[in-house]
């Protein structure tokens, strides 16, 4: 018997700030080293034939932290769209445009924009909030994230075991994967571990 394949992922890619403090780096530094991991992933994605992916890139709540690490990550998160851009995509960016934490450049992927051929379809949530987007309502009725499917499958790295908001909605029946190392030091065999591990679930979706 075939094993179950998941056809929307998410990504939580947690470790950044901890990766740089033991590579003796300022904490900020690390966000900068998440950027090559995150285009391995994705064209893996595109690889195995995954229709869907979202990476949790920062929350409202994150722009709390220090400013110098609120610009890092604010860097990061622009430069990942555009190197998710060149890889082609149906991309999204979901998260609260209306504050001075999200950043302007990305503004023109608040609807979804085929770019580069399109093809898969990835989400990045920056200044994203669960309450946010639970209490901002569309004019069909539909949360700010109607856009996004629900997830079969999310997968943290660093090793803590939570979902820190990450799309109440989407996540509502998703199997969840805890990779321990940082992400900045992803491999491979993270993710074919993952799917290894999700194919082999009791996925009943309540049933």
């Known amino acids: ?45 595109k690889e195995y034939g995954l229709q869907e992916i979202t990476y949790y890139g920062f929350t409202m709540d994150n722009c709390k932290r220090p400013a110098v690490q609120v610009q890092a990550f604010k860097k990061a998160c622009v430069e990942a769209a555009g190197l998710i851009a060149r890889e082609g995509a149906e991309l999204l960016v979901m998260g609260d ?36 987007d639970l209490s901002h309502i569309r004019e069909d009725g539909q949360p700010f994230s109607k856009d996004i499917s629900r997830m079969d499958l999310i997968i943290r790295w660093g090793g803590m075991r939570r979902l820190s908001g990450f799309l109440p909605i989407q996540s509502v029946y998703a199997d969840f994967y805890v990779e321990e190392k940082l992400w900045p030091d992803f491999e491979e065999a993270d993710f074919f571990h993952a799917l290894d591990w999700y194919g082999r679930q009791d996925v009943t979706l309540g049933g």
């Open 1 to 45: 018997m075939s094993k179950k394949r998941p056809i929307h992922i998410g990504i939580i890619p947690d470790g950044n700030r901890r990766w740089a403090k033991e590579h003796g780096m300022e904490k900020q530094d690390g966000y900068a080293y998440g950027l090559m991991p995150g285009l391995a992933l994705l064209r893996l994605a």
């Open 97 to 132: 445009e209306t504050s001075g934490s999200f950043p302007q450049e990305l503004a023109c992927y608040r609807e979804r924009q085929s770019v580069y051929g399109g093809g898969i379809r990835v989400n990045l949530l920056v200044n994203y909030g669960w309450q946010w």
